[in-house]
């Protein structure tokens, strides 16, 4: 497939998928971004969030307001980094990894649930997957881009907004209305992790999902206590 920048790739795209393409969907700027772009060349968009938690109240309120902005259904699915930690021990107490060893739960990547959802929803199993991912953020996927592009036909997943600089990403969204989830006050960036860097603030900003999360790894304490909280 030949391109000469971001927008012939998703005319291309959108022409080779019949203007339907799935969507991963952090909340974070990168995958506003994306959305604002593909919305000019595809009529379905289908929004995939994955989640480290199923049910954490501010990230429940930022989906349904992107709900809201994009007029559809996000699909909510567990990130594969999520039964990782999981079937890893990572912050498990004796009870909760005794029950995780017993249910035996598998890992997978996230271009398995693509596959999953497109199977779920009748969805021709060639269609790609958007991410939001630019050469600009750093030397590697610059060199990255370079060297491979910006579709991974093995992945079965392209780049939207490859070629994007950080002021049109801020102009884009500015323009478009779209707002930054909460996240981005707390963590500078879309929640995605389990050290002190996210669980510190999500503690202090968000005890009840703190809490939330403690079901799941219930030694996430011990992580505070590394830092002297």
């Known amino acids: 497939m030949e391109y000469k920048n971001s927008k012939e790739l998703c ?43 199923p049910d954490l109240d501010f990230i429940n309120k930022s989906l349904e307001y992107y709900e809201g902005v994009m007029g559809t259904h996000i699909y909510r699915v567990p990130n594969q980094m999520l039964y990782k930690h999981l079937n890893s021990g990572l912050f498990q107490d004796k009870l909760n990894w005794a029950v995780i060893k017993k249910m035996g739960l598998p890992n997978f990547d996230n271009d398995d649930v693509n596959t999953m959802i497109k199977e779920d929803l009748g969805i021709d199993q060639n269609v790609y997957t958007a991410i939001g991912v630019r050469s600009s953020d750093s030397l590697n996927r610059r060199r990255a881009i370079m060297m491979y592009g910006a579709v991974n036909d093995k992945r079965q997943t392209f780049y939207p907004v490859y070629d994007w600089n950080m002021e049109k990403l801020v102009q884009e969204i500015e323009d478009s209305g779209i707002k930054l989830p909460v996240d981005y006050k707390i963590w500078g960036k879309s929640f995605d992790g389990l050290d002190f860097r996210f669980i510190k603030p999500l503690k202090d900003n968000f005890p009840n999902d703190y809490e939330k999360l403690k079901q799941l790894f219930p030694l996430i304490d011990v992580e505070l206590k590394r830092y002297g909280y």
């Open 11 to 53: 005319q291309l795209m959108a022409e080779r998928q019949s203007g339907i393409t799935l969507l991963r969907f952090s909340c974070g700027k990168d995958a506003i971004a994306s959305y604002i772009q593909l919305k000019r060349y595809f009529h379905t968009i289908i929004p995939i969030y994955h989640y480290l938690h």
